[in-house]
């Protein structure tokens, strides 16, 4: 499970304290079915998993100019590995001097927890604002972004493609973990339409408001 925390200098300036990993930024892409029509023109929301290499939150920021970057660090699931969300917090503290940045912490194992900040920003950032989210955090994480996308996809989902990857990525297994989902199509429809449910409940409002209106 690389890095090392040997190999990572926290005494190093920001910015100088190197990429792990990955190596630079090839480019940003999306594809078509992850792709919303939805507020253009409008100002940009971008939502970010802080990693190791903190050149993806640079072409992030740097080429699609958001007017918000919303920077998410992520809390290691093992405690041996605590060291992780202060080092890439390091690494990426160059981009707090950036003029609008908010940063959050979520734990990188509770995909619940990224579904619901996302939700979170929606309703902040939805009604005056596209929303962009880069799914770079972990496998978890990216699940629970992959779930926010049925719950709401008028939001775009970008990823930074780097050059390449470190010789020394990972090596072994520690554990395989698994979602159950039995009913995949009643999970997805599910989802799917939890972004009516405003004007659902709005309509059960009124035709319950007209009932106990009194009569003329």
Known sequence: YFPTQAEVDLDATPG???TFLTKDVHRIVTTGRLTSIGMQGYPLVVVAFATF???ELDALV???GPQWAV???GAPHSPEDAWRLEAVKAINRKLESAERSIRFTLSTFGYE???GLLEELYQMYSDS???MIAPTGSKLQATGVGFFHYMRPDVQIVY?????FASEYTEGCKAIWAISVPEWRDFVGTLSSFRKRPLRHLHEEIVARSRRSPTV
């Open 113 to 115: 927890d990224t579904i």
């Open 53 to 55: 290499n903190f050149k």
């Open 16 to 18: 100088s304290i190197g």
């Open 160 to 164: 930074p493609v780097t050059s390449g």
């Open 62 to 64: 740097n080429e699609l």
């Open 71 to 73: 920077i998410i660090d």
């Open 129 to 131: 604002h596209r929303i």
